[in-house]
C-alpha cells in the first residue's frame, strides 16, 4: 500500500460515527455495547488525527434526533460522554487537544453541561488539534439558529450586509474552516442532517466498516482515498 501523502492531508475531517447498534447486534450484544466499544475507536481516531498533524477533527455523536432513542440507550450514551470527558481531560491537556461541541449544550443535564463547559475551558488555550463534537446538533436547526441571529443584528444596525461569509460567522463553530473531507461509516448514503451549511464542496467518502471497528488502518486508506482526489469546487478542470 502507498505512503500517505502528508502534504495533501485535509486540514478539517468531519466523520458521521455509524453502525454501533448493527455491530452490536451482529455480535449479539446490547446496543450499548456497541457504543462503549464505538469509544475505543473515537481514542485511535482522534491520536491518529493528532498524529498526522491534522488540526481540525469533527465527530457527529450525537443528534437532535437522538434524544427519541430509548432511555437506558440515551443515558447510557450520556454516561459514555460523561466518563470519557473525566478520563480523555489529561489526554488532551497532554497532546495540546481544545475540545469544542457543535450544538445545543442546554440539551443536556445541568451537571453534564458544567463537565462539558469545564473541558472546554480548560483545554482553550491548546492549539495542536481542533477536536469538535456535534451534541444533540441538527443541521437545519444550525441554519434556523443562525438566520434568527442574524435578523436580530440587523434590526440592531449591527450588520448591514449579508453575504456567506457574514453568515458562516452565525454558525455554531464559525470559526473553523470547512470540512475538507467527510467520512461516514455502516455504508449509509447520507447526510443525516450534518453541516449541510459547511459540507457544499467537502469529499464524501463512505465505507461499509461499522463504527467500532473503524480504526487506525480504515482511517489510513479513507485519508489515502483523499488525497488522490482533485478538489474542483464546482469549476471547470482545465487540460
Not at 432513542?69 to 460522554?81: A, C, N, Q, S
Request: glycine share 6%; proline share 3%.
Amino acid at each position: 500500500m502507498d505512503k500517505i501523502k502528508l502534504n495533501k492531508l485535509p486540514t478539517h475531517v468531519a466523520i458521521i460515527m455509524d453502525g454501533n447498534g448493527r455491530w452490536a447486534k451482529l455480535k449479539k450484544l446490547k446496543r450499548v455495547e456497541g457504543h462503549s466499544v464505538g469509544i475505543e475507536s473515537v481514542r485511535e481516531i482522534i491520536t491518529t488525527t493528532r498524529e498526522l498533524a491534522i488540526p481540525y477533527l469533527t465527530l457527529y455523536a450525537f443528534s437532535k434526533e437522538n434524544w427519541a432513542r430509548p432511555k437506558d440507550e440515551v443515558t447510557t450514551l450520556l454516561t459514555l460522554l460523561s466518563v470519557y470527558l473525566e478520563e480523555e481531560l489529561p489526554l488532551m491537556m497532554d497532546q495540546g487537544i481544545c475540545f469544542n461541541i457543535v450544538g445545543e449544550l442546554e440539551d443536556f443535564p445541568k451537571k453534564l453541561q458544567r463537565q462539558i463547559a469545564g473541558v472546554i475551558q480548560k483545554t482553550a488555550d491548546n492549539s495542536n488539534l481542533h477536536l469538535n463534537i456535534a451534541l444533540s446538533y441538527s443541521g437545519r436547526r444550525e441554519i434556523i439558529h443562525a438566520v434568527k441571529a442574524i435578523v436580530e443584528d440587523v434590526k440592531k444596525g449591527v450588520i448591514k450586509k449579508i453575504d456567506e461569509k457574514i453568515f458562516k460567522k452565525y454558525l455554531y463553530a464559525g470559526n473553523i474552516p470547512d470540512p475538507d473531507f467527510l467520512i461516514r461509516t455502516s455504508g449509509e448514503m447520507r447526510l443525516s442532517n450534518f453541516l449541510l451549511w459547511q459540507v457544499a464542496y467537502t469529499e464524501i467518502y463512505v465505507t461499509e466498516t461499522l463504527w467500532p471497528d473503524f480504526r487506525k488502518k480504515a482511517y489510513l486508506e479513507a485519508l489515502r482515498e483523499f488525497t488522490r482526489r482533485e478538489r474542483r469546487f464546482g469549476k471547470v478542470q482545465e487540460g
